[in-house]
T-cell receptor, first 113, second 117 residues
Framework: GNSVTQMEGPVTLSEEAFLTINCTYT??????LFWYVQYPGEGLQLLLK?????DKGSNKGFEATYRKETTSFHLEKGSVQVSDSAVYFC????????????FGSGTRLQVQP | EAGVAQSPRYKIIEKRQSVAFWCNPI?????LYWYQQILGQGPKLLIQ????????DSQLPKDRFSAERLKGVDSTLKIQPAKLEDSAVYLC???????????????FGPGTRLTVL
């Protein structure tokens, strides 16, 4: 079956530090990959996505590259801000079998001023 | 464009009581999902609708959970009777029709936080 594994949090960084949140996946078929973000008190929002190998998704300074050979989709940002404090979820969607999203368990990011 | 609407935002009930949640998807979105998000975990699919038909309800505990989308627009999720382990956030999401990657994106509502005492 499909599964997503994320690094456990919380991840605590100082403002302007470099961020990496690791995500690896197992999937039947050829998935699309997503990062969703959940700010305190708000719903899930799509942050970025990639639909094929070597695609790079980017948004708001965040990037992630679809690596088929390592089945990974790590999230990176060069310089985090306090406003980036949130929970980040990696997810996948395949086009065979169940077509809904399969999520990882989430990684909480805390950015300190 | 209005987003996915859910109500209520919060609900506290006692075990063995019943509860219902409502979702109104983005206008024109044919696919609607209900997810359960237990504290500290990622969302897990409960049921998926395409228009007013069920596509996947394999993860729905059918002895106590039910869902409907009668006119292919808004949807209701019901729990009867509730158990302590049903305490979670219930998320509704919608997606426009089609199988192209351009229509891949699911849009989520704010969720309903259920506490079962």
């Amino acid at each position: 079956g499909n599964s997503v594994t994320q690094m456990e949090g919380p991840v605590t960084l100082s403002e302007e530090a470099f961020l990496t949140i690791n995500c690896t996946y197992t999937a039947t078929g050829y998935p699309s990959l997503f990062w969703y973000v959940q700010y305190p008190g708000e719903g899930l929002q799509l942050l970025l996505k990639a639909t094929k190998a070597d695609d790079k998704g980017s948004n708001k300074g965040f990037e992630a590259t679809y690596r088929k050979e390592t089945t990974s989709f790590h999230l990176e940002k060069g310089s985090v801000q306090v406003s980036d404090s949130a929970v980040y979820f990696c997810a996948l969607r395949t086009y065979t079998g169940r077509r809904a999203l399969t999520f990882g368990s989430g990684t909480r990011l805390q950015v300190q001023p | 464009e209005a987003g996915v609407a859910q109500s209520p935002r919060y609900k506290i009930i006692e075990k063995r009581q019943s509860v219902a949640f409502w979702c109104n998807p983005i206008s024109g979105h044919a696919t609607l999902y209900w997810y359960q998000q237990i504290l500290g975990q990622g969302p897990k699919l409960l049921i998926q609708f395409q228009n007013n038909g069920v596509v996947d309800d394999s993860q729905l505990p059918k002895d106590r959970f039910s869902a409907e989308r009668l006119k292919g627009v808004d949807s209701t999720l019901k729990i009867q009777p509730a158990k302590l382990e049903d305490s979670a956030v219930y998320l509704c999401a919608s997606r426009s029709a089609g199988t192209q990657t351009s229509t891949d994106t699911q849009y989520f509502g704010p969720g309903t936080r259920l506490t079962v005492l």
